[in-house]
């Protein structure tokens, strides 16, 4: 038997009583020149007929029985019926997003490989798309998005390209780093590798609460365990799914950067920590504290302290007070550029299992408050995840169709039923919203109120 490591059993058995656990991404293709009215079936029909061999990651799924004593472990599909992973959707009108939400609302079926890809047509002026979803055991955000990139090209002319299901990894590649919920429990993926160094964890652990419980008291970003106040994104999912994405210009955000002298992602957090003021404001329901991200950072780890070694790099968690308080959005940017440059310095410092452990009551009261009766919604660990994904640098096609735009489709579940996560293509930045729907009805509007709060940043600091 090939047992899952405990985290993806856990997320297994979460998924049976809670939500999905699957990521996504969207992205939207113009046809090349020339192509005919039944471009998109061809293509389709192609994707069907192929040959293509099947990225090994795509043929196992769990399973668990009296056969495996109760255990998950991996069984591998000898055989792949792709018409039952590659499917046809026509959208009608404005209701692409609707389309989405409802696709990725759908679970996937343990019964087989873990994986959908749904081709779409009907958009505006002749374009389609992909949404692809995949398992979180399968592979993480990030991961998965290299799996599409691999099966992209640069080159316009190119065609018979290999769908991404197919196996398109380079030789002896390096693991991807993880994606959002990835990252979230990566440094507890490592705990079995620091258990030889246990005594400087626990010290670094140990120091890292006190670090916590003193910067709080003199006046630091530092947030403590259930500091975050609780809103309507922290409560129980419905089985509904609302998806919203918009993409903007790179160089206006790294405007923003140079004038206010901190991180492009930090302006990102910026804008979304905007949106989401602005859309609880609305509703009369912002909290007089700040609501409080759970935030991925990438440090190298104490433990792995040698310049060239490919393990180095580890994403540690930080909670990042978001300045929604704060009615000036400068202020709100320079809080959290406060808030991330500490969070850095903290995991740099401790290590990033350190970081995990020490965010342990933060994160299991989010996560498991909204499952246990009777509740007091009072406090919570943190209000919503904030992740920043980056895409392909320069334009990337696809059997000469041009990818105008990725957008992510990231995880929510009880607890977390807002999840925001950005990916930068090409010159431009992509915002991907995800959120129960009976949570935000009308997720459509984060779209304007990300423009009018980034045109607020660029107004405050004459960035424009």
């Given at each position: 038997?090939?047992?899952?490591?405990?985290?993806?059993?856990?997320?297994?058995?979460?998924?049976?009583?809670?939500?999905?656990?699957?990521?996504?991404?969207?992205?939207?293709?113009?046809?090349?020149?020339?192509?005919?009215?039944?471009?998109?079936?061809?293509?389709h029909r192609a994707t069907l007929a192929g040959n293509d061999s099947i990225d090994p990651r795509l043929r196992r799924y769990p399973h668990r029985g009296v056969d495996t004593g109760g255990l998950w472990v991996w069984r591998h599909a000898d055989s792949v019926d792709v018409s039952r992973h590659c499917q046809r959707r026509t959208v009608i009108g404005d209701g692409f997003w609707r389309l989405i939400g409802e696709l990725d609302a759908l679970r996937l079926d343990w019964s087989r490989p873990?994986?959908?890809?749904?081709?779409?047509d009907g958009l505006d002026g002749g374009r389609f798309a992909f949404y692809i979803k995949v398992h979180h055991t399968v592979t993480d955000g990030v991961a998965g998005f290299q799996m599409i990139t691999d099966a992209l090209s640069s080159d316009p002319d190119r065609r018979s390209m290999p769908p991404f299901y197919a196996d398109c990894r380079p030789q002896a590649a390096p693991p991807a780093p993880g994606g959002l919920v990835s990252r979230l429990i990566a440094p507890l993926r490592s705990l079995t590798g620091a258990a030889a160094s246990g005594v400087g964890l626990v010290g670094r652990?140990?120091?890292?609460?006190?670090?916590?419980?003193?910067?709080?008291l003199v006046g630091h970003t530092t947030v403590l365990p259930l500091g975050a106040p609780y809103t309507r994104f922290n409560g129980r999912l419905g089985p509904e799914r609302a998806v919203a994405a918009g993409s903007w210009a790179k160089d206006r955000i790294q405007a923003v950067r140079r004038v206010a002298g901190v991180t492009g992602n930090e302006v990102l957090t910026a804008m979304a920590a905007g949106v989401v003021r602005r859309w609880l404001c609305d509703r009369g329901e912002l909290p007089k504290r700040p609501l409080v991200a759970a935030c991925p950072i990438t440090v190298r780890d104490p433990d792995h302290d040698t310049p060239n070694d490919r393990h180095g790099n580890r994403f540690g968690l930080w909670m990042c007070p978001l300045g929604t308080d704060l009615d000036d959005p400068l202020a709100r940017l320079d809080a959290i550029h406060r808030s991330m440059s500490e969070g850095k310095h903290w995991v740099a410092k401790r290590g990033a299992a350190a970081s995990l452990?020490?965010?342990?009551?933060?994160?299991?009261?989010?996560?498991?408050?909204?499952?246990?009766?009777?509740?007091?919604?009072?406090r919570t660990g943190y209000n919503l995840p904030i992740s920043h994904v980056r895409g392909p640098a320069t334009?990337?096609?696809?059997?000469?169709?041009?990818?105008?735009?990725?957008?992510?489709?990231?995880?929510?579940?009880?607890?977390?039923?807002?999840?925001?996560?950005?990916?930068?293509?090409?010159?431009?930045?992509?915002?991907?919203?995800?959120?129960?729907?009976?949570?935000?009805?009308?997720?459509?509007?984060?779209?304007?109120?990300?423009?009018?709060?980034?045109?607020?940043?660029?107004r405050a600091l004459g960035a424009g």
């Open positions: 038997m090939n047992p899952l490591d405990p985290l993806d059993a856990a997320m297994m058995t979460a998924e049976a009583v809670s939500n999905p656990m699957h990521v996504g991404a969207v992205l939207i293709l113009s046809p090349p020149a020339g192509a005919g009215p039944d471009y998109v079936d061809e293509l873990m994986w959908m890809s749904y081709l779409i652990v140990a120091t890292g609460e006190i670090a916590t419980v003193l910067d709080t452990l020490t965010n342990a009551g933060s994160i299991a009261a989010t996560a498991i408050g909204p499952l246990l009766p009777f509740t007091p919604k009072i334009e990337m096609y696809w059997n000469g169709a041009r990818i105008e735009a990725m957008y992510p489709v990231s995880t929510v579940y009880d607890g977390h039923a807002l999840n925001i996560t950005t990916c930068s293509y090409a010159d431009r930045i992509g915002f991907g919203y995800a959120a129960g729907r009976e949570v935000v009805p009308d997720i459509e509007t984060f779209i304007p109120m990300t423009e009018e709060c980034l045109a607020e940043l660029e």
